[in-house]
């Protein structure tokens, strides 16, 4: 039996060490007054926490209600379905979409790559070019 996070071997060596601190002839009293204590405060607590159990089972039955309106007005308009089609048909649109966009990212890297490509091809050629003997330096 907990109380409070204390269990029973720690109640009793509370009690124990309230009796040897006290003293056997106060101890009955102070015990008394600790009851009261307890009693008063177990009541507030149980006052309080039906006071939220209340709020909590309004709560809830309101979402309920609201809940059952809700289905009700989907299956009664075809709303619920037509809200469905909706959704699926916008995800469609958006897969093509984002596949489109991975196909034109796609393309542009590889336009990327091939202008890369010439660009060294070329910077590559001028450079041997530049490093050849030329013809008029040869012939004299």
Same mark, same amino acid.
């Given at each position: 039996?907990?109380?409070?996070?204390?269990?029973?071997?720690?109640?009793?060596?509370?009690?124990?060490?309230?009796?040897?601190?006290?003293?056997?002839?106060?101890?009955?009293?102070?015990?008394?007054?600790?009851?009261?204590?307890?009693?008063?405060?177990?009541?507030?607590?149980?006052?309080?926490?039906? /006071? &939220?159990? +209340?709020?909590?089972? @309004?709560?809830?039955? $309101?979402?309920?209600?609201?809940? %059952?309106?809700?289905?009700?007005?989907?299956?009664?308009?075809?709303?619920?379905?037509?809200?469905?089609?909706?959704?699926? /048909? &916008?995800? +469609?649109?958006?897969? @093509?979409?984002?596949? $489109?966009?991975?196909?034109?990212? %796609?393309?542009?890297?590889?336009?990327?790559?091939?202008?890369?490509?010439?660009?060294?091809?070329?910077?590559?050629?001028?450079?041997?070019? +530049?490093?050849?003997?030329?013809?008029?330096?040869?012939?004299?």
């Amino acid at each position: 039996m907990n109380i409070f996070g204390v269990g029973a071997s720690e109640a009793l060596l509370v009690l124990v060490l309230a009796l040897i601190v006290v003293g056997p002839q106060r101890f009955p009293e102070i015990a008394r007054q600790s009851g009261r204590w307890f009693k008063l405060a177990r009541g507030y607590t149980d006052e309080v926490m039906k /006071d &939220v159990r +209340s709020a909590v089972d @309004e709560i809830e039955q $309101e979402i309920n209600v609201e809940a %059952s309106d809700l289905r009700s007005l989907g299956d009664v308009s075809g709303i619920g379905s037509e809200l469905r089609s909706i959704r699926e /048909d &916008v995800e +469609s649109v958006t897969k @093509e979409a984002a596949t $489109e966009a991975e196909t034109a990212v %796609s393309s542009a890297e590889q336009s990327a790559n091939e202008t890369r490509a010439t660009t060294t091809i070329e910077s590559t050629d001028a450079s041997e070019s +530049s490093l050849r003997p030329s013809k008029c330096s040869q012939d004299s």
